[in-house]
C-alpha cells in the first residue's frame, strides 16, 4: 500500500475541490436522463464532463504560478466553453436522430465501460505536496476519456451537427493529453 504524503494546507484546498467538482461531475453523467438516441446521449453526458474541466483548470489557477500549465487550463476553459455552447446549439436537432435497439445497447455498455475507466483513475489520482502535478494526474484521464467518449460515438449512426464537435474533442484531448506528458517530464512529475 502506498504511504501518504503529508500535505499543506494549500494542497488539501486543493483538492478538496477537485473532489467536489468531481464528484458532481461523476453524479451529473450518471443522472442524465438517456434516450434512444446516441447523440442526444453522448451530448447530455459530455457538457457536465467539460463544465468539469472548466471548474478544474479554474480551481488549479488559483494557485499555480507554472505558466505553461497557465496555459494549458487557459485553453481547456476556452475550448471547453466554446464546446458546451456548440452542443447545446445542435442537442435539440441532435436529439431527434434515434438509433436502433442493438445499437442504443452496445454504445451505452461501450461508454459504461469507459466512464467506469475514467471515473475510477480520476478518483485514484496520484496525490503529492505538488498542485501542479496534481493537475495533471488527475486531467489526463479525464481528456482519456473523453476522447475514448468521443471515438466511441463516431463509431455509430449520429447527427451530422455532432460529428465535427466529435473529432475537435478527440484532436483537443489528445493534443493537451501530449501536452501534460511533456510537461510532466520536464517538471519530474513522476508516472505512477
Not at 458532481?24 to 446521449?41: A, P
Request: net charge positive; charged share 15%; hydrophobic share 40%.
Amino acid at each position: 500500500m502506498e504511504k501518504k504524503p503529508m500535505l499543506s494546507r494549500i494542497t488539501r484546498q486543493y483538492l478538496d475541490t477537485y473532489e467536489r467538482i468531481l464528484q458532481n461531475m461523476i453524479r451529473q453523467m450518471r443522472e442524465v436522463t438517456l434516450t434512444d438516441s446516441i447523440s442526444h446521449n453522448f451530448i447530455v453526458r459530455m457538457i457536465p464532463h467539460h463544465q468539469a474541466a472548466i471548474e478544474m483548470s479554474q480551481n488549479l489557477l488559483q494557485y499555480t504560478t507554472n505558466l505553461p500549465l497557465q496555459d494549458i487550463a487557459l485553453r481547456i476553459i476556452s475550448t471547453q466553453t466554446q464546446g458546451i455552447a456548440r452542443m447545446r446549439d445542435i442537442l435539440r436537432t441532435c436529439s431527434a436522430l434515434g438509433n436502433s435497439r442493438q445499437n442504443l445497447r452496445r454504445y451505452e455498455q461501450s461508454l459504461s465501460a469507459i466512464m467506469q475507466v475514467m471515473f475510477s483513475n480520476m478518483q485514484h489520482a496520484r496525490v503529492a505536496n505538488n498542485i501542479n502535478c496534481n493537475f495533471m494526474w488527475e486531467m489526463i484521464p479525464h481528456h482519456q476519456g473523453a476522447a475514448a467518449m468521443a471515438r466511441t460515438a463516431l463509431q455509430y449512426p449520429i447527427c451530422p451537427e455532432l460529428k465535427p464537435v466529435l473529432q475537435s474533442i478527440i484532436a483537443t484531448q489528445q493534443q493537451g493529453i501530449m501536452q501534460m506528458q511533456q510537461l510532466q517530464r520536464r517538471m519530474r512529475c513522476p508516472a505512477r
